[in-house]
Nanobody, 120 residues
Framework: QVQLVESGGGLVQAGGSLRLSCAAS????????MGWYRRVPGKERELVAAITRGDTANYADSVKGRFTISRDNAKNTAYLQMNSLKPEDTAIYYCNAEGRQSTLLRFNSWGQGTQVTVSS
């Protein structure tokens, strides 16, 4: 199994910054992509940002220019730098990783979530 552990959430004032981290561990052969999703109560989970092993990134329109996703392949870790935070960014943020545990076995794992709260 592959486990993901997120850290870095918290409470911040509007305009502030937070950096989320997501570390993958377990039986990992390779990780194709890592991403961050968020969920607000009563709404669907949405993709915030994702990055491939080759560092190709894509972002939700709502965070473009404010958030930056990066990864350290050697550490199996992804980061989400969040700047100019807005109250509407308040949500539980989840890390996701897809890859292979072996040449035949794929995985798609989720973290437990970390709360981000932005006060106005």
């Amino acid at each position: 199994q592959v486990q993901l552990v997120e850290s870095g959430g918290g409470l911040v004032q509007a305009g502030g910054s937070l950096r989320l981290s997501c570390a993958a561990s377990g039986s990992i052969f390779s990780i194709w992509s890592m991403g961050w999703y968020r969920r607000v109560p009563g709404k669907e989970r949405e993709l915030v940002a994702a990055i491939t092993r080759g560092d190709t990134a894509n972002y939700a329109d709502s965070v473009k220019g404010r958030f930056t996703i990066s990864r350290d392949n050697a550490k199996n870790t992804a980061y989400l730098q969040m700047n100019s935070l807005k109250p509407e960014d308040t949500a539980i943020y989840y890390c996701n990783a897809e890859g292979r545990q072996s040449t035949l076995l794929r995985f798609n794992s989720w973290g437990q979530g970390t709360q981000v709260t932005v006060s106005s």
